[in-house]
């Protein structure tokens, strides 16, 4: 499957952004997703994630309350949905997919088989 985020962008301290990334390639309800975020310096870190039944969704936990992720079979697009943005939420945001099988754990990137380009978020305090 290929994976293309967009909707990145800069934003000040307060606002929202609707990240989207779009699925190519193969049968996007094969698939578990989900988001992780890579700040200058920083390991690259989990985000968010949903199952390919909807299970879920999880979260870290620094963006519980304030990030929303979705999908939307119909049109094999994954969505992450920021709000009440902060400074420390600057990174570039990749998104994810695991083919179908067992033994998943959400926030282990090791756990996905194919990765998208990555969308840059800036906030701005």
């Known amino acids: 499957v290929q994976l293309q985020a967009s909707g990145g962008g800069s934003v000040q301290a307060g606002g929202s952004l609707r990240l989207s990334c779009a699925a190519s390639?193969?049968?996007?309800?094969?698939?578990?997703m989900g988001w992780f975020r890579q700040a200058p310096g920083k390991e690259r870190e989990f985000v968010a994630a949903?199952?390919?039944?909807?299970?879920?969704?999880y979260y870290e936990d620094s963006v519980k309350g304030r990030f929303s992720i979705s999908r939307d079979g119909a049109k094999n697009t994954l969505y992450l949905e920021m709000n009440s943005l902060k400074p420390e939420d600057t990174a570039i945001y990749y998104c994810?997919?695991?083919?179908?099988?067992?033994?998943?754990?959400?926030?282990?990137?090791?756990?996905?088989?194919?990765w998208g380009q990555g969308t840059l978020v800036t906030v701005s305090s």
């Open positions: 949903i199952g390919w039944s909807g299970r879920g969704p």
């Open positions: 390639g193969s049968t996007f309800s094969r698939y578990d």
């Open positions: 994810v997919a695991r083919s179908l099988r067992s033994g998943w754990t959400p926030s282990n990137k090791y756990h996905y088989d194919y």
